[in-house]
């Protein structure tokens, strides 16, 4: 690729980051004017496309470039994703599966293959590509959260998903939605103790990171259960500035 192709696809980066997306894809187009023969060049330029909402030219750009070269694991999950959002999950199976097992994966690439097999109701598939992530980089902590999500989905003894969990926890000690996520489950099993152990030191600051209403709810339960009513009162107040704000945000959950 050469030093202009390189700063075209900086060029169409920056413009997309600074939310001018009209100006993105104007010297994207450019750019694919002067590199058209070129697959490497094609499947950067669409990667970057899908990243700002366009969907089906990213797909036909994909399409033609791997034609061309093999699809690098971004350029092949970006594909996949493209399948994905237009309902034809059976084109995206394998291109997933695969992104999943490639050794030029990251770790990241790995989670988001597997959150969309997940997604399309291949759970054990995502198992299996959260498990790779895990082992091939054991100090990642969302690998280790993501995989306690599916044990959880593929009913796991509670034991072994609430080890992954726990290992996810001690990796990013103050990722509070870790935290809220297993002491929500364990709440639900009886273990209030075990669960308020997890949250307990909550302020202010880290219940303002908590996603979602729902899990506000839980979480004020847990505090009650433990007689926390400090927690309880916090747990309260940041409800009703989101209800307020009616964020409507979601969350992952084991």
Request: one cysteine or more; aromatic letters at 6%; proline letters at 2%.
């Amino acid at each position: 690729m050469s030093v202009l192709e390189e700063q075209g696809l900086e060029k169409i980066r920056s413009l997309a980051n600074s939310g001018d997306l009209t100006s993105a894809r104007e010297a994207a187009e450019l750019l694919l004017d002067r590199a058209a023969g070129d697959g490497g060049v094609l499947q950067k330029t669409a990667v970057l496309l899908h990243e700002i909402g366009e969907v089906d030219r990213a797909r036909s750009l994909l399409e033609s470039a791997q034609l061309m070269v093999p699809l690098t694991a971004e350029a092949e999950l970006t594909l996949a994703e493209t399948y994905v959002t237009e309902g034809q999950e059976s084109l995206a199976l394998t291109l997933l599966s695969n992104v999943g097992i490639r050794p030029d994966s990251t770790c990241e690439l790995r989670l988001r293959a597997a959150r969309l097999l997940d997604q399309t109701g291949h759970v054990r598939s995502a198992w299996c590509v959260a498990r790779k992530a895990v082992n091939e980089t054991p100090d990642e902590a969302q690998a280790w959260f993501d995989l306690s999500i599916y044990m959880r989905g593929l009913r796991f003894p509670f034991h072994q998903f609430e080890a992954a969990a726990r290992r996810a926890i001690f990796l990013a000690p103050d990722d509070v939605n870790f935290r809220v996520s297993l002491a929500c489950v364990l709440a639900r099993c009886g273990r209030d103790d075990d669960a308020h152990q997890l949250v307990r030191s909550f302020g202010p600051q880290e219940l303002q990171q908590v996603c979602c209403a729902a899990c506000l709810e839980n979480l004020k339960e847990v505090f009650e259960a433990a007689g926390d009513w400090r927690g309880s009162c916090l747990a309260s107040e940041q409800l009703l500035a989101h209800s307020l704000k009616d964020s409507g945000d979601d969350c992952d959950e084991i």
